[in-house]
């Protein structure tokens, strides 16, 4: 499409924008409430349809980790089938996370001859419980290879199948896990469900302590991710091959005005964003995502959505649903939705504020304070157990979130630094000082506020402020881990995050249990607790901070207090597979030292592939658009100098202006030049390749667009080539 035309589309579809869109399901249907969870085969389906025995088996499965049942699973089949086949489903897939980040779906139908000419709908225990795809195209980090190609996606029954709706098809989804034919994990539910298995073992132990057991029969992580993402309008995401190919802007000078006024932060949503959204969320209420939360974020053309938080394992299956629902729904708006952690330098990027927690399955918050939390001493064991988690475990919880387009946010001045810290607020360090030093006396109050206008209510205060700047942060009954990018999968950080919470509550729990021998009695146990955190607290503490963690200060405050700060992928990921990550994940089985290694290369293969792609992509552009454009420009002012000077009148600030953009054409063009020579290196090793795009080809990329965008802003706006950012960003 020719760029005048995509231009004058974009702005007729903002402008004309009247909220009709004809072939929209989510317009003809009313009442949105009739369609909560309709897409899901949900427990309360399952209660209904299943015979009860059968049902009772599978909660158990469910709920308590019991093992599956092969008869059970024939059962289920079937009546998940008529199920599905009754909702307009013709096919199923097995429905998994490799490693490539996303999700992948291979789809069979249902549809099986009948034996006397005509066909029937199947599926049997074996289809739902196994599948077979192929394992050696997607990444495992060189745990398989293409001769070695068996993979098996099991039936993960703790996440609940859905059907995916799309036109013409009705497709029946199994979540499931991904493993090659040794049983090793080459997916991202594996792992999780392993750690929260892990976490569920020692969070028992500790509860046990307290006599708080009783009744409870498992213990689970809850994860409430919120998603930043971008819209722009799709003609002119088409006129950008970098957007196309990498999601992200490679040029673009920073527009008159960006984000300076604060004014689209929470501001009113723009119609036709408002319209999509809520098409979003109904598709979404269909396959029971519990969409909660819904605003603009800080950059213009920056939004937010939120669920309500769920069982880790779920909420990170939901995750997956939710980025690929935002991506399905924006083109039937004219938008597309970018989900880059960069999308636009000089804005602000793109995360996913993981709200994490522990709780049980009589519905306990292990992280919630309560009102007296200084004789909570259940509480207190739980939060000092993540506070040496994060501790120990800090440079962990980084690598966990590090990938190219993070690159682009930890560290530089808006997301949460690359240094993890953790915030407690006023209440809770208050309580750890007083753990410091043996004695509980006291739980600070916010007290009540009062506005001075009569009419207006009381409210209460909360006992401390918030932290915007912390990238691990204690957010009232839960932490908030900030620095997670907006494209990652969920599943990982919190993998990790079990694991480590996972080992803390081993150590507590162990250095506990000895203390209070095997006839505990009350005061016995509180002076165990009391000399537990005093221990830990001590060893730990350096991991708290609660000031401004952008500031200058911090930096070098952090290093004195010898926590680390991994800048960028390259130097956080191979912690990984250090001796100390290695014992820890080995000892909870959550990865052997195989899988870990495997990871390691798959992200660092991908890190540098995507670096590869960008600077390629960016050559092109350089060559193609920018370059064609700005030597058009220069010939446009040679004859004006030319045709003054002949004319027989003094140019010389034409003249000037004309030597100026030569120049800088001519570094442009030399830059340009080393970069296309600098991205063909490659190394064997991928965490090599890694480096050597992050060390030599990143700044080549820095600098080139440096003077891309120079050009831009001298290059008259009839030539430009491609959507400014004052379009993608305003043409709503
Ligand atoms: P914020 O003020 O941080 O932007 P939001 O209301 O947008 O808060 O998001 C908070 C998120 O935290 C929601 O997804 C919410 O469901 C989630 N959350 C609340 N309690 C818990 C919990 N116990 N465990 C995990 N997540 C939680
Ligand atoms: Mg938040």
Request: net charge negative; with cysteine; hydrophobic share 40%.
């Amino acid at each position: 499409m020719e760029l005048a035309q995509a231009r004058q589309r974009a702005i007729a579809a903002a402008s004309n924008w009247t909220g009709a869109v004809s072939g929209d399901p989510s317009n003809a249907m009313g009442r949105v409430d009739r369609y909560f969870g309709c897409d899901v085969f949900s427990r309360r389906v399952m209660r209904q349809r299943l015979p009860k025995n059968i049902f009772k088996r599978l909660m158990n499965t469910i709920a308590y980790g019991e093992p599956l049942d092969r008869q059970v699973a024939d059962v289920v089949a079937a009546d998940m089938k008529d199920w599905a086949v009754e909702n307009g489903a013709t096919h199923y897939t097995h429905w998994f996370q490799p490693l490539t980040g996303l999700t992948a779906e291979k789809h069979d139908s249902m549809v099986e001859p009948d034996g006397e000419g005509g066909m029937i709908y199947a599926l049997s225990g074996a289809d739902l419980c196994q599948g077979e795809p192929d394992a050696s195209s997607f990444p495992s980090g060189g745990l398989r290879v293409t001769f070695e190609a068996r993979g098996y996606t099991a039936w993960d029954a703790t996440s609940p199948a859905f059907l995916l709706r799309g036109e013409n098809t009705v497709t029946l989804c199994i979540p499931t896990a991904f493993v090659s034919w040794t049983g090793a994990a080459l997916d991202q539910k594996t792992p999780l469900l392993r750690s929260m298995d892990a976490l569920n073992t020692q969070a028992m132990r500790v509860l046990k302590i307290f006599g708080a057991d009783e009744g409870v029969r498992r213990v689970f992580t809850t994860v409430g991710p919120e998603q930043e993402y971008f819209l722009i309008d799709r003609n002119l995401y088409f006129a950008r091959p970098d957007l196309v190919a990498c999601d992200r802007t490679l040029f673009g000078a920073k527009p008159p005005k960006g984000q300076q006024l604060d004014d689209h932060y929470f501001g009113s949503i723009p119609p036709r964003v408002l319209a999509f959204m809520a098409a979003a969320e109904t598709e979404m209420y269909r396959m029971g995502i519990p969409v909660k939360t819904r605003h603009n974020e800080v950059a213009p053309g920056q939004y937010e959505i939120a669920p309500i938080f769920e069982n880790s394992n779920v909420a990170c299956d939901h995750q997956m649903v939710m980025m690929e629902t935002l991506k399905r729904v924006a083109p039937r708006y004219g938008l597309q939705a970018i989900l880059h952690e960069k999308p636009f330098a000089e804005l602000n990027g793109s995360g996913k504020h993981n709200n994490w927690s522990m709780t049980t399955d009589t519905g306990v918050n292990l992280l919630d304070p309560q009102e007296e939390t200084h004789t909570n001493m259940e509480f207190l064991v739980f939060l000092c157990a993540v506070i040496r988690a994060v501790d120990l475990h800090g440079d962990l919880l980084r690598a966990s979130i590090a990938s190219a387009g993070n690159d682009h946010r930890l560290g530089a001045n808006e997301a949460p630094p690359a240094i993890i810290s953790i915030f407690l607020g006023d209440m809770l360090t208050d309580i750890v000082e007083q753990i410091e030093q043996g004695s509980f006396s006291r739980t600070l109050k916010g007290g009540e506020m009062d506005l001075g206008a009569t009419t207006l209510p009381q409210i209460p205060r909360d006992s401390g402020d918030r932290n915007r700047t912390s990238p691990f942060a204690f957010t009232g009954n839960k932490f908030e881990f900030r620095a997670v990018g907006s494209s990652a999968t969920s599943a990982w950080p919190n993998t990790v995050m079990n694991t480590i919470a996972a080992e803390s509550l081993d150590v507590l729990a162990t250095e506990l249990e000895q203390a209070i021998g095997a006839n505990p009695s009350k005061d016995r146990l509180e002076k165990a607790v009391r000399d537990v955190l005093q221990k830990t607290i001590k060893a730990h503490k350096r991991i708290i901070f609660n000031g401004d963690n952008y500031s200058e200060q911090w930096q070098s405050e952090a290093k004195k207090r010898g926590l680390p700060n991994l800048k960028n992928s390259v130097e956080a990921t191979p912690v990984l597979s250090s001796e100390k990550s290695v014992a820890l994940f080995g000892k909870y089985k959550v990865l052997s030292r195989v899988e870990i290694d495997s990871r390691v290369h798959a992200a660092m293969e991908k890190y540098a592939k995507q670096l590869q792609i960008e600077s390629e992509a960016m050559v092109l552009m350089a060559r193609q658009l920018i370059l064609p454009a700005a030597l058009q420009h220069q010939g446009r002012l040679a004859q004006v100098v030319t045709a003054t000077q002949a004319a027989g009148v003094d140019c010389k600030d034409q003249k000037a202006a004309l030597q100026e953009l030569v120049d800088l054409i001519y570094r442009f063009n030399a830059t340009l030049t080393a970069l296309a020579e600098a991205d063909n290196y490659a190394d064997e090793d991928p965490l090599e390749q890694a480096r050597y795009m992050k060390e030599k080809v990143c700044p080549l990329m820095e600098s080139l667009r440096e003077f891309g965008d120079q050009l831009e802003t001298i290059v008259a706006a009839d030539l430009w080539p491609i959507p400014s950012y004052r379009e993608l960003l305003f043409i709503k």
